[in-house]
């Protein structure tokens, strides 16, 4: 009889050590959850601020390159390119028959919007529009409608 009482008190003991390490697991991934979002969301913060310095620069380098005289410009462009795309085939080098600057391997994905849409400014258009003219390419945003962690708006960058 002693085994049995034994027995049956061993088997409750493990069903109290069973709950309190579901309880304390279930407590460490409550903490940690939250913080995995963040990082995940950190990181693709990280990206598209790396993308909009990658294509600025590119648009700068474009326009520097015009103001030099070594690509053709448009008249009404300023000195800025077309399109986003303009920046990837490359412009005609003046003078040369077969050379092309290429400012850009390829247009990137927007991390938050997962497309390769991005908004665009001209040099007429208003600072903070957010509807292009068309004539060229001054400045890119996101067109993500989310908010950063510090608060501001992606489409704001």
Not at 10 to 34: G, H, K, Q, S, Y
Not at 44 to 61: C, G, P, S, V
Not at 105 to 118: C, F, H, N, Q
Request: with cysteine; hydrophobic share 40%; aromatic share 8%.
């Amino acid at each position: 009889m002693s085994y049995r009482r034994r027995r049956h008190s061993d088997e409750a003991f493990m069903l109290i050590e069973l709950i309190a390490a579901i309880t304390i697991l279930l407590v460490l991934t409550t903490l940690c959850l939250p913080l995995a979002r963040n990082q995940i969301i950190r990181r693709r913060e990280t990206e598209l601020h790396e993308d909009l310095r990658m294509m600025r620069d590119a648009i700068d380098r474009y326009k520097a390159y015009s103001d030099q005289g070594l690509i053709p410009v448009k008249v009404d462009g300023f000195g800025y390119p077309p399109d986003l795309q303009t920046l990837v085939d490359g412009v005609a080098v003046r003078g040369s028959a077969k050379g092309k600057f290429k400012f850009l391997r390829k247009i990137p994905v927007d991390p938050m919007t997962g497309s390769v849409e991005w908004g665009l400014r001209s040099m007429q258009d208003d600072a903070n529009s957010k509807s292009w003219g068309g004539e060229n390419v001054f400045d890119v945003y996101s067109k993500s409608t989310g908010t950063a962690l510090d608060g501001t708006m992606y489409a704001d960058w």
